[in-house]
């Protein structure tokens, strides 16, 4: 019974203590602290295959103390973007669209969340693939499905306008580099690339 007394005793300080309300406190040090949510559109103007392309996205993000933001994010390229320049094909002439897509986790921070704009420095980090079908080369080789799985981190800097207090609008740049296997000469980096882009924020903040 004294080690369940000990436990129980234990168990009321730190209720006791986490009334501390961490927006005053560090964060690290309290208990209590602001939750809010928001979901993000984006559309990028990306470089991706060699090419100006464009990413679309959507994001669902937890805010922590109006400052600190985890989540989980969704990319797709949505335009259609030919490869058929870095195949080993004979014939250049025919059109071998590739897809590219990732998810990965979202972790950000809102520099003066509380003013009309806001600076947001943010990493995603997670898993993307492109996928393709390649043509029979003429070597006697048949045409066959091809599907690569990367790593991918996404590092960019944000500018926001705290339109509402329901609603953000931003701006930001950033780069997607992407790690994998090289196929001829699709290599990883030509999947990377520099990105600039427009996003909407809807949540609670």
């Known amino acids: 019974m004294k080690k369940y007394a000990l436990l129980f005793s234990f168990l009321f300080c730190l209720s006791a203590y ?32 060699n090419k100006v392309s464009m990413i679309s996205g959507i994001g669902v993000n937890w805010v922590i103390n109006y400052k600190y933001y985890i989540g989980v994010r969704y990319n797709l390229l949505s335009t259609p973007v030919n490869v058929v320049k870095l195949l080993p094909l004979i014939d ?81 740049v950033g780069a997607r580099a992407v790690f994998g296997q090289d196929y001829y000469r699709l290599k990883t980096y030509r999947v990377s690339g520099v990105f600039g882009g427009v996003f909407i924020r809807v949540g609670t903040f």
């Open 18 to 49: 986490s009334q501390q309300d961490s927006v005053q406190k560090p964060f690290f040090y309290a208990k209590k602290f602001h939750s809010a949510f928001f979901v993000q559109f984006e559309g990028q103007g990306a470089y991706v295959f």
């Open 92 to 172: 250049k002439s025919v059109k071998v669209g590739a897809s590219h897509q990732s998810a990965s986790l979202n972790f950000g921070y809102i520099a003066f969340a509380k003013k009309r704009f806001s600076v947001n420095p943010e990493i995603s980090v997670g898993w993307a693939d492109c996928k393709f079908v390649q043509p029979a080369d003429g070597l006697g080789n048949p045409s066959a499905e091809k599907h690569f799985n990367y790593g991918i981190v996404i590092p960019s800097v944000n500018a926001i306008w705290n339109a509402h207090k329901n609603f953000r609008l931003g701006a930001g």
